[in-house]
């Protein structure tokens, strides 16, 4: 079966862009995860959803990004005002229940 | 505060010689343990993991043990193929509440010369 698709793979935008990135998880996977991947660092959990609802939105770093998954399949991250320490790879991850998450292959977001 | 740690950016291992990966983690909450391998323009792929309750656990060529009083994990990989050589993330899951992210590793870089 189809793994963690994300689009677009990668992402250029001038500062004070909105962005919005997509995640389609795996097909029945109830929760889907969105980390941060600064360059040579390990990824950062940034919100975590459980079908609709965003359970966890504890890692999000400021008001300019905000997460949704209205249907609780397909996910959308969307970083308002883009500055330029937003350059990240952005990964979506997904599992069913509690069991091991899987990735996509992330959103290379690079704000100029 | 860095809870999950990889003190070794980088490691150069003989091809067919044993890899051993090392991680230390601070949380005494988290209750499961991952090791995820990352190949250049690619998302982390899982590898292997083990719960809190053991020691360890093996896969092929994979084994990962846990010692929970010194709170340290490690993958040893052996043979090593050069196909193994990528980024190495140990990652933690605290299971508090209902969350289960994971908390990531900075990475080891392992590089399998022929």
């Known amino acids: 079966g189809a793994g963690v698709s994300q689009s677009p793979r990668y992402k250029v935008a001038k500062r004070g862009q909105d962005v919005a990135l997509r995640c389609d998880p795996i097909s029945g996977h109830v929760s889907l995860f969105w980390y941060q991947q600064a360059l040579g660092q390990g990824p950062e959990f940034l919100t975590y959803?459980?079908?609709?609802?965003?359970?966890?939105k504890s890692g999000l770093p400021s008001d300019r990004f905000f997460a949704e998954r209205p249907e609780g399949s397909v996910s959308t991250l969307k970083i308002q005002r883009t500055q330029q320490e937003d350059s990240a790879v952005y990964l979506c991850?997904?599992?069913?229940?509690?069991?091991?998450?899987?990735f996509g292959p992330g959103t290379r977001l690079t704000v100029l | 505060d860095q809870q999950v740690k990889q003190n070794s950016p980088s490691l150069s291992v003989q091809e067919g010689r044993i890899s051993i990966l090392n991680c230390d983690y601070t949380?005494?909450?988290?209750?499961?343990f991952l090791w995820y391998k990352k190949y250049p323009a690619e998302g982390p792929t899982f590898l292997i993991s083990?719960?809190?309750?053991?020691d360890k656990n093996e896969d092929g060529r994979f084994t990962v043990f846990l010692n929970k009083s010194a709170k340290h994990l490690s993958l040893h990989i052996v043979p090593s193929q050069p196909g193994d050589s990528a980024v190495y993330f140990c990652a933690a899951r605290a299971h508090v509440g209902g969350a289960q992210k994971l908390v990531f590793g900075q990475g080891t870089r392992l590089t399998i010369n022929p």
């Open positions: 959803f459980q079908n609709e609802a965003q359970l966890d």
């Open positions: 083990i719960s809190s309750i053991k």
């Open positions: 949380n005494s909450m988290f209750d499961y």
């Open positions: 991850a997904s599992s069913f229940g509690q069991d091991t998450q899987y």
